[in-house]
T-cell receptor, first 113, second 111 residues
Framework: DQQVKQNSPSLSVQEGRISILNCDYTNSMFDYFLWYKKYPAEGPTFLIS?????DKNEDGRFTVFLNKSAKHLSLHIVPSQPGDSAVYFC????????????FGSGTQLTVLP | NAGVTQTPKFRVLKTGQSMTLLCAQD?????MYWYRQDPGMGLRLIHY???????AKGEVPDGYNVSRLKKQNFLLGLESAAPSQTSVYFCASRPNGYGYTFGSGTRLTVV
């Protein structure tokens, strides 16, 4: 029973357009959410995060939105660049669990030039 | 700064063989984690440690053992490898907060 779900295994977007990656969760105890980016043959690297007291966090071209009532978060990348092509993992954690992160299955983003 | 270093990067084992994966971090982090990544499954937590001398089970601990004798090292052992343990293994560490730093992974194939 996956507590963090990324239902789109892949997404293709034209360079310059917006990329929207989605993530759903089921555990109401999650109070912190993160996005990680992974290139082939490398470990995941932290991209952006949001706590449950906020509904939006922005960092340059990357914005994460959190809808707690729907248990849904999304990552927006504007404008998308070819270098953004990677696997994106959504992750969630709760303060009372040694801050273990539960990861989604990932979405492969391909930005076409 | 090396960050989190995993050795080896690649390994092929025969069923029933044993091996140890080493994770070393130079950031003085208290918390360390071992994850495995399988197609369509994301990263799943195997074992973790909240400090030197402590270990705890994660989501998929069966068939693995771990040790954290020194703060900077977290070892993952496979006593009798099985084909189901073919995977990419990632180690991560963090200070207080959620900022995990991952190693580059170990690709293990069990034949």
């Amino acid at each position: 029973d996956q507590q963090v779900k990324q239902n789109s295994p892949s997404l293709s977007v034209q360079e310059g357009r917006i990329s929207i990656l989605n993530c759903d969760y089921t555990n109401s105890m999650f109070d912190y959410f993160l996005w990680y980016k992974k290139y082939p043959a490398e470990g995941p690297t932290f991209l952006i995060s949001i706590s449950s007291i906020k509904d939006k966090n922005e960092d340059g071209r990357f914005t994460v939105f959190l809808n707690k009532s729907a248990k849904h978060l999304s990552l927006h990348i504007v404008p998308s660049q070819p270098g953004d092509s990677a696997v994106y993992f959504c992750a969630a954690g709760s303060s009372g669990s040694a801050r273990q992160l539960t990861f989604g299955s990932g979405t492969q983003l391909t930005v076409l030039p | 700064n090396a960050g989190v270093t995993q050795t080896p990067k690649f390994r092929v084992l025969k069923t029933g063989q044993s091996m140890t994966l080493l994770c070393a971090q130079d950031m003085n982090h208290e918390y360390m984690y071992w994850y495995r990544q399988d197609p369509g499954m994301g990263l799943r937590l195997i074992h973790y440690s909240v400090g030197e001398g402590t270990t705890a089970k994660g989501e998929v601990p069966d068939g693995y053992n771990v040790s954290r004798l020194k703060k900077q090292n977290f070892l993952l052992g496979l006593e009798s490898a099985a084909p189901s343990q073919t995977s990419v293994y990632f180690c991560a560490s963090r200070p207080n907060g959620y900022g995990y730093t991952f190693g580059s992974g170990t690709r293990l194939t069990v034949v």
